[in-house]
């Protein structure tokens, strides 16, 4: 009887969810952190941070089982970060020169955040007893410069584009963007035509292409609108909805209009290493320099937070003279004809 009742039924034999991952391995903890991030709706680019903060500690560990942290171990793992981790490893885009040992204090105090955050979320989850990393202390790091460009140097990148040719007019535009909103080259990158009303000269960032997942308004001058609305006749025929794209009609890479910007640099003979984010350092200074308000740069550059912003200000030495010459104290209790009295020697 019991065999007629299982005939011409599919026989169960392997169990489906596998008894290899145990409740404390990396592989599992992982997962369960990404999907409720992506619960959350955060960028796909946050998502893989966890993962690749995951990858380096299994890779230190040279296990799976989360068992073998403890708080030594964990600072363990900082010090080879910093010390003993190759840079670039496994990257085919790298040359082998770029592949040094150790990695930088923010990017060893980046996952090393990244994996407290984690583990915070998956001790209020109980899948874990404690969290080990939430009392190793970050790196001391020094306080990093951020170069700018020039005026002298934005005007010979943007005069080395021969504006003839698509490709080259396509990162003329882009770079003019870049400039006007000080948009990330993501957000540029991403956006689509129906994002840009040119009538009212305004760009909508929708909330999926910012980093912070919040979406901003940005105005255009009339420069930047006359070269979208150019641009987009370039691009009507190959019927798409994103505005840069390739010489094929796909979205253009980030990558891709990286390495053409360096070799815009070196063709305008500038030194610097040149790479999208420097427009939005540079253009941010220049907005400070110009008498622009600090509270208004931050919502322009969508942080959160006022103290990113802040970081412009000591770029901005003109614009701090400026306003200590126009707001000084002393300003109130002298004036042309109360000049401090000149004393013969």
């Known amino acids: 009887m019991h065999s007629e009742n299982r005939r011409g039924k599919r026989v169960k034999n392997i169990r489906t969810v596998s008894g290899k991952k145990k409740p404390y391995s990396l592989e599992l903890l992982v997962e369960k952190v990404k999907s409720a991030k992506k619960a959350k709706g955060l960028s796909d680019g946050t998502i893989w941070l966890y993962q690749h903060a995951f990858n380096l500690l299994g890779e230190f560990l040279q296990s799976d089982d989360v068992r073998k942290l403890n708080i030594d171990v964990c600072r363990d793992f900082a010090t080879w970060l910093l010390n003993d981790?190759?840079?670039?490893?496994?990257?085919?885009?790298k040359k082998e020169a770029d592949k040094t040992r150790g990695l930088s204090p923010r990017t060893a105090n980046d996952v090393i955040k990244t994996l407290r955050t984690a583990f915070r979320f998956l001790l209020t989850e109980e899948l874990i007893e404690s969290n080990p990393f939430e009392s190793v202390e970050n790196i001391k790091q020094h306080e990093k410069v951020i170069e700018v460009l020039t005026v002298d140097e934005l005007k010979a990148l943007l005069n080395t584009p021969d504006q003839r040719n698509y490709a080259d007019f396509r990162d003329y535009v882009i770079m003019n963007v870049l400039i006007d909103t000080m948009a990330r080259i993501n957000e540029?990158?991403?956006?689509?035509?129906?994002?840009?009303?040119?009538?009212?000269?305004?760009?909508?960032?929708r909330p999926e292409m910012v980093k912070t997942r919040k979406g901003r308004f940005l105005n255009i001058s009339k420069l930047t609108a006359r070269l979208l609305r150019e641009l987009l006749t370039e691009v009507a025929e190959f019927e798409s909805e994103y505005i840069f794209l390739a010489n094929y009609g796909e979205?253009?890479?980030?990558?891709?209009?990286?390495?053409?910007?360096a070799k815009y640099a070196k063709v305008a003979g500038i030194k610097k290493k040149v790479h999208p984010h420097l427009f939005r350092h540079?253009?941010?200074?220049?907005?400070?320099?110009?008498?622009?308000?600090?509270?208004?740069?931050?919502i322009i550059l969508g942080h959160s937070d006022l103290r990113m912003t802040m970081k412009y200000t000591h770029l901005s030495r003109k614009a701090i003279t400026t306003q200590h010459e126009q707001f000084s104290a002393l300003n109130l209790i002298t004036d042309k004809l109360n000049k401090l009295r000149k004393i013969k020697r």
Request: aromatic share 8%; charged share 25%; hydrophobic share 40%.
């Open 282 to 298: 540079t253009a941010a200074t220049l907005f400070l320099e110009n008498g622009g308000d600090i509270r208004s740069l931050q």
């Open 188 to 205: 540029v990158l991403s956006l689509k035509i129906s994002d840009v009303d040119l009538t009212n000269r305004t760009i909508t960032l």
């Open 85 to 93: 981790r190759i840079k670039f490893d496994g990257h085919k885009y």
């Open 251 to 261: 979205p253009l890479a980030p990558n891709h209009f990286r390495h053409r910007l």
